[in-house]
């Protein structure tokens, strides 16, 4: 059943992005800090969601988005699908700036609310978050296992590619199936982070980086370039790569035949 009878205006497309990121990041984030370690019950179990539990949290929260706001706007919550869907043709560039400006609006607010419920939490909880960096993506001695830039900025680009790859592949209107999009990549995205929490916290997502890395501190911050520029170029990567694969122009005879109809 639907809720709209009109083409989404502009300002729909650019809130629907605004909460889709909100969302992302709120969850996934909140889960992270809140979650990740929280602590061991009686028997000595812990009671933290560990790795794998906030790399569902990503992939269900942006699962979520797809299916609540997708229609409306496409779904993106990440610059960097943003750059690959326009690299492959899928998007205008020109629309590319007020979409990315909507997902940093959006992980920003989710940080600050984030930040917000820190401040009524356990004395020194928000304190102790923000000193450990807010879940923020790093390298070196930000990095959760200890790698180093080459690994980040590897693991950055490739993942991101990958993920671009997926989204066009599956999102395709006559090759994919747009009715699991929503399902197909969210897997995705959790997969991602269970394999490359380790390496840099995961980023795959310059909304998503920005958000944590401006409660992170100093490090954060003073490495938040790599997890701007790099998941871009993977954006950008995997867009063209698909474009280049799977969106070649029509063979001829297809055009003769599309002519004769």
Do not use: C
């Amino acid at each position: 059943m639907s809720d709209t009878t009109t083409t989404p205006s502009t300002a729909n497309k650019l809130v629907a992005e605004a909460l889709g990121t909100f969302l992302l990041v709120f969850g996934s984030i909140g889960a992270a800090l809140f979650a990740a370690d929280f602590g061991t019950g009686a028997n000595g179990t812990s009671l933290g969601i560990g790795f794998l539990g906030v790399s569902l949290a990503f992939g269900l929260t942006v699962m979520a988005g797809i299916y609540a706001w997708g229609a409306i706007s496409g779904g993106h919550f990440n610059p960097a699908v943003t750059f690959g869907l326009a690299a492959a043709g899928r998007f205008a560039w020109k629309d590319v700036p007020a979409y990315i400006i909507a997902q940093i609006v959006g992980g920003a607010v989710a940080t600050t609310l984030l930040v917000l419920i820190g401040t009524f939490g356990p004395e020194g909880w928000l304190s102790n978050a923000q000193n450990g960096g807010f879940a923020s993506n790093g390298f070196g001695e930000g990095s959760p296992g200890g790698f180093g830039l080459g690994a980040a900025i590897t693991a950055e680009i490739l993942f991101t590619a990958i993920f671009v790859v997926i989204i066009l592949g599956v999102t395709n209107s006559k090759r994919g199936t747009p009715a699991m999009a929503g399902l197909v990549i969210g897997l995705t995205l959790t997969l991602i982070h269970l394999a490359s929490i380790p390496i840099d916290n995961t980023s795959v997502n310059p909304a998503r980086s920005i958000a944590t890395a401006i409660y992170g501190g100093a490090l954060p911050l003073a490495q938040l370039w790599v997890f701007i520029v790099f998941p871009l170029i993977g954006g950008l990567l995997g867009g063209f790569l698909h474009r280049a694969l799977f969106e070649s122009p029509a063979l001829p005879e297809a055009q003769a035949e599309a002519r004769v109809k």
